[in-house]
């Protein structure tokens, strides 16, 4: 049971591990192709918090949160690989901030061919997201294996 479950922790985590292998490779001095798509998703994405909210989301350069992604997507998959909650928590916060950023299908008319892609894609993610909340959860319910401490043997006369 170990295995299949150690196999199924490296497929899952290769998505992670491969987008961030991909975007690594692309991010050059601006934050590559991954900051030109999220620059303006994330200027609406401020525009709509600020709006509804009225919390002004702070101003800073894109390549840094494409930084940060990529950096949490390649740590974390490969600690979740090896059964790691901590890497599971950085996969699970990279989750929650691409994702609605990103996937901005609220943004479109439900009638309009973005809004079904991005819809589609968001709620991949949100598949995702509940798979590491699912994991996370059942790491935690396990009870941890206490180690007896053996009484010396005693030699008996």
């Not at 491969?18 to 975007?23: D, I, P, V």
């Not at 900051?35 to 800073?60: D, I, M, R, W």
Request: charge should be positive.
């Amino acid at each position: 049971m170990g295995f299949v479950s150690f196999v199924g922790r490296v497929l899952f985590a290769s998505i992670f591990i491969l987008s961030a292998w991909q975007e690594f490779n692309e991010f050059g001095v601006d934050g590559g192709p991954a900051a030109k798509v999220l620059k303006p998703k994330f200027n609406v994405f401020a525009k709509t918090v600020s709006v509804h909210t009225g919390v002004q989301v702070p101003e800073f350069d894109i390549k840094y949160l494409v930084a940060a992604s990529v950096a949490f997507k390649g740590v974390g998959g490969i600690l979740f690989t090896f059964g790691s909650s901590i890497g599971a928590y950085l996969l699970v916060l990279q989750q929650l901030i691409v994702t609605p950023i990103l996937y901005d299908f609220y943004n479109y008319d439900t009638e309009k061919k973005e809004f079904g892609i991005l819809f589609t894609k968001f709620t991949q993610n949100l598949a995702l997201l509940g798979a590491l909340f699912f994991f996370i959860g059942m790491k935690n319910s396990i009870p941890r294996i206490q180690h007896k401490k053996k009484a010396p043997k005693t030699k008996t006369f």
